[in-house]
C-alpha cells in the first residue's frame, strides 16, 4: 500500500456562523464546532484511507477564542499520522477579518478516526508521508497521543506505553 501525503487527503471547510449555532453569550456553540471538527477530519481520513471511517476518540480540543456570531469559520483538517487502521487527524480552525481577509487561528483539535470495512472491522491504511516540518513535528509526537488516548480509555496498560513514558524520566 503507497504512502500518501497530508496534503493528499486536506481538507478545508469554510460556513458562516448562524443565530441558530449559538450560545448566550452569540458565540458559536462548542458543539457545532466539534460536529463540524468531526466532519472535516471524517472526510480527510476517507480520502486518504478510501475507506468508511468512524470516529474512535477526540482526543484533544483547545477552544482557544470565541467565535462571534457572522463570522466566516474554515476549519483544516489534515492526517498528521496514520498507524495501522487507525488515522491521526490535526484540526486547525480560523476566522477571518471581513476587510483585510486575514484569518486568526482560533481553535485546533486532534481526532482518531479507524478505517473500516462493511462489517464495521478495522482495516488497515495507507501509511502517511510528511512533507513539511510542521507535519513531521506532528507525525513524531502522534505515537505518544495515541498511547495516551489508549490509556485513558483503558485499552492500554501504562506500562507499556513506552513512547509515553519517555516524556517523562
Ligand atoms: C464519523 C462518525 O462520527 S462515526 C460515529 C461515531 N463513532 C463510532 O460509532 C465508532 C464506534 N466504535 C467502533 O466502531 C470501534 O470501537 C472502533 C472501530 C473505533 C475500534 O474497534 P476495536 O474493536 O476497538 O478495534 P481495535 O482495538 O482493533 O482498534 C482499532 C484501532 O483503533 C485504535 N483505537 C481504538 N480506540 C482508540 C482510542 N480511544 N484512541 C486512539 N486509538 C484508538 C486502536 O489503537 C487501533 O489502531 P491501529 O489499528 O492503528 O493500531
Given at each position: 500500500m503507497e504512502a500518501r501525503t497530508p496534503s493528499e487527503s486536506r481538507t478545508v471547510m469554510t460556513d458562516l456562523v448562524l443565530p441558530g449555532e449559538t450560545n448566550p453569550l452569540n458565540n458559536l456553540f462548542g458543539g457545532e464546532l466539534l460536529a463540524r471538527m468531526d466532519r472535516a477530519a471524517g472526510i480527510t481520513a476517507g480520502r486518504h484511507s478510501r475507506r468508511i471511517v468512524v470516529t474512535a476518540s477526540v482526543?484533544?480540543?483547545a477552544f482557544g477564542k470565541a467565535i462571534p456570531l457572522g463570522s466566516v469559520v474554515?476549519?483544516?483538517?489534515?492526517?498528521s499520522r496514520a498507524?495501522?487502521?487507525?488515522?491521526?487527524v490535526v484540526l486547525d480552525v480560523y476566522t477571518?477579518?471581513?476587510?483585510?481577509?486575514?484569518?486568526?487561528k482560533v481553535n485546533e483539535a486532534i481526532?482518531?478516526?479507524?478505517?473500516?470495512?462493511?462489517?464495521?472491522?478495522p482495516v488497515k491504511v495507507p501509511e502517511i508521508k510528511p512533507e513539511t516540518e510542521l507535519e513531521q513535528q506532528r507525525y513524531d509526537a502522534a505515537l505518544r497521543r495515541k498511547q495516551l488516548s489508549l490509556?485513558?480509555?483503558?485499552?492500554?496498560?501504562?506500562h507499556d506505553a513506552t513512547e509515553l513514558k519517555a516524556l517523562f524520566v
Open positions: 482526543n484533544h480540543v474554515t476549519v483544516e483538517a489534515k492526517v498507524f495501522n487502521s487507525s488515522m491521526e477571518e477579518d471581513r476587510q483585510s481577509g486575514h484569518q486568526t481526532y482518531t478516526f479507524v478505517a473500516v470495512d462493511e462489517t464495521g472491522a490509556v485513558l480509555a483503558g485499552k492500554m496498560k501504562p
